[in-house]
């Protein structure tokens, strides 16, 4: 562990024909930091601010949510509420669309489009999604990765005076870049659940003209907290990267 911090410290050395700096990438991964906490606030804002926008007619999330899966002939998918504040999610081992306090019984324009989002989720899986699909099939994978990469990573530094440190470090490194991969895979997923949401709402007349896009807003800065994600995803990877490449020059 020791090594791994004195690693971090050690600024700005390029690591050979790879031409990544550690410390730049560690700049990288601030920047990002940065970012992901103006994306948020913004989106805690803006959903702050829609909430206060009644729904026309006066639905609830998820009333307008059982309206869009009817609408899409998707009948074995229960509506039900989780606790909690934009913690709403789409379980296909359950199939039930799950709105959040916030979402569930709100009659705002930020409750519909937060629901009609999850629904979009739902149909991509009664439709076969491939993004979905492969979402879907990493899961298993991601979530064993993330457990052991690092440990992985820091048996392969233990190990650095034997031929097999680097070795166990590069697979360390291929088991963080899955989280990475994961989280590619999940943009096209969250930006087309936005627009099956948006289009729907759009067809079905059930928001027009200024209410459809505070809708639109609203799932906008929702998708730019998956694409931070990412982009911190692929800095973590380029730093390990960077580390275990300085190591070797």
Known sequence: MLDLLQAAQDYGVQT??????????????GVIGILGWIVQARLQAVFAKYSQVPFPGMLTGAEVAAMMLRDN?????KITHVAGQLTDHFNP???????SDSVYSSRS????AVACHE?????QH??????????SALVPV??????????VIIAGIAMMASGLGTAVCWIGIAMIAMSA?????????????????????????????????????????????????????????????????????
């Open 16 to 29: 050979g024909s790879l031409g990544i700096s550690q410390g730049g990438s560690l700049i990288l991964m």
């Open 73 to 77: 002939n998707v009948h074995n998918v």
């Open 93 to 99: 081992s359950t199939m039930t669309v799950n709105l």
């Open 109 to 112: 324009i930020a409750a519909a």
């Open 119 to 123: 629904c979009g989720h739902a149909i």
């Open 126 to 135: 009664a439709q076969g999604y491939a993004p979905l699909v492969m979402r």
């Open 142 to 151: 991601v979530n064993f990765s993330s457990r052991m990469a690092t440990w």
């Open 181 to 249: 991969v994961f989280s590619i895979v999940t943009l096209p997923v969250e930006y087309n659940a936005s627009e099956r949401a948006l289009a729907w709402l759009s067809s079905s007349r059930t928001l027009q003209g200024v209410q459809l896009e505070q809708a639109r807003e609203s799932l906008r800065w929702a998708a730019r907290t998956y694409l931070v994600a990412a982009l911190s995803a692929i800095a973590t990877v380029l730093y390990y990267v960077a580390m275990v490449s300085r190591r070797n020059d």
